[in-house]
Each structure stands twice: as structure tokens, then as C-alpha cells.
């Protein structure tokens, strides 16, 4: 076998272990509808609080409830529109969406996310509203962060991104709806469509 077979067969074998060990079908235009739904979800919470006649919510408060409605649908929206053009990118690169390098993505993305939600929630409940919005981005950050060694490598620059937001939002918590709408919403539609001009087309 001459030097430049041997290469080659080394080649493939990495190639073959890279991608049994990381899931590429994440889509990018996933991201940029991410962000469009967290504008738009923004924009329905500035309006929400702006009638309401204060500069704050109260949590039994019925424009709290509509608020964490709000959140609920822009989470339900992003999370199903990932999974469905995922599915599409996965299918026609003749991938399965559910496999084992899926499957590590998922769980290293939520025990992060989850361990900042119930935290978040614990937070809120004891009626400490100041840091909510930097928590969200130093959780959401870590999680992706914590997911990107086994997906598409630069999520974790997204990651290191949102952390960083929300550790500057912690220094100037009034400012915390601003720097959630940038970290979620501006940031996703940039971090989406590098990815889908680099790697999807």
C-alpha cells in the first residue's frame, strides 16, 4: 500500500468516527427562526408590560401569567421547528434524525438547561425577579457550550457569547430584557445564518 492509499484510508476512518460521534444535521435556518420567534416574543412582552401601567411585574399578576405564556410558545416553537428541519437536513443527507450522537447531544444539552430552569424558577418563587435574565443567558450558554463536542464545533462560540452577555447583563440587571432580546434573538439569527451559508447550502 503506497503512502497515499494509507492516507486516504486514514481519512475515511476518521471521517467515519466523527461522524458516528457527532450529529451534523442541525440546521441553521433552525437558529435564525429561533431568533425571529424570541423578536417577536419580545416584542409581545414590551407591549404586555408597557399596558399594564408599571415598570415591573408582579408574579400572581396576570401579565406575569401571559409573559411566561409568551416564553412558553417562543421555547415550544423554537424546540419544534429545530426537530423539524433538522429531520429535513438529516434526511437528505441520508442521516437518521434519532441516533446515539443525537441522543449525546440532547442530554448534554439539557442537564445544563434544566439545572438553570428549576434554578430560575426556585429564584423567581422566592421574589428575586433582578437576575433572571443573565441566568437565562449564563444557562442557555453553558448548555451549548456543554452540547457543542458533539454537533457542529462553533455552537460553542454561541455559547461562550451568551455567557458572556449574561455575565454583563448581571452588572446592569435593568438592562436585562435588552441583552435577552440580543443573546436570544440577534445572536441566534447571526449564529444561524453562519451556519447555514457554511455548512447547509
Known amino acids: 500500500m503506497s503512502t497515499e492509499e494509507y492516507l486516504k484510508d486514514i481519512t475515511e476512518i476518521k471521517d467515519m468516527m466523527n461522524k458516528s460521534s457527532r450529529f451534523f444535521s442541525l440546521s441553521g435556518l433552525s437558529g435564525i427562526m429561533a431568533g425571529i420567534y424570541a423578536l417577536i416574543g419580545a416584542a409581545i412582552a414590551y407591549y404586555l408590560v408597557s399596558i ?3 415598570e415591573y411585574l408582579i408574579l400572581d399578576g396576570k ?3 401571559y409573559i411566561l405564556l409568551d ?3 417562543i421555547a415550544l416553537l423554537s424546540v419544534l421547528t429545530a426537530i423539524y428541519l433538522s429531520h429535513r437536513k438529516a434526511k437528505k443527507n441520508n442521516e437518521t434524525l434519532w441516533n446515539t450522537a443525537s441522543r449525546r447531544l440532547i442530554s448534554a444539552f439539557l442537564i445544563p438547561l ?3 430552569g428549576i434554578f430560575i ?3 423567581i418563587f422566592n421574589n428575586h425577579y433582578g437576575l433572571t435574565g443573565s441566568l437565562m443567558l449564563i444557562f442557555y450558554g453553558l448548555a451549548l457550550v456543554n452540547a457543542s463536542k458533539y454537533t457542529i464545533g462553533n455552537v460553542k462560540y454561541l455559547g461562550y457569547i451568551e455567557i458572556i452577555l449574561g455575565l454583563i447583563c448581571s452588572m446592569f440587571p435593568t438592562y436585562g430584557f435588552w441583552f435577552w432580546v440580543a443573546g436570544f434573538g ?3 439569527i447571526i449564529y444561524g445564518s453562519l451556519i447555514y451559508f457554511n455548512h447547509d447550502r
Open 52 to 54: 399594564s401601567g408599571r
Open 114 to 116: 434544566v439545572t438553570g
Open 63 to 65: 401579565i406575569f401569567n
Open 121 to 123: 424558577a426556585i429564584k
Open 71 to 73: 416564553l412558553t410558545l
Open 186 to 188: 440577534v445572536m441566534h
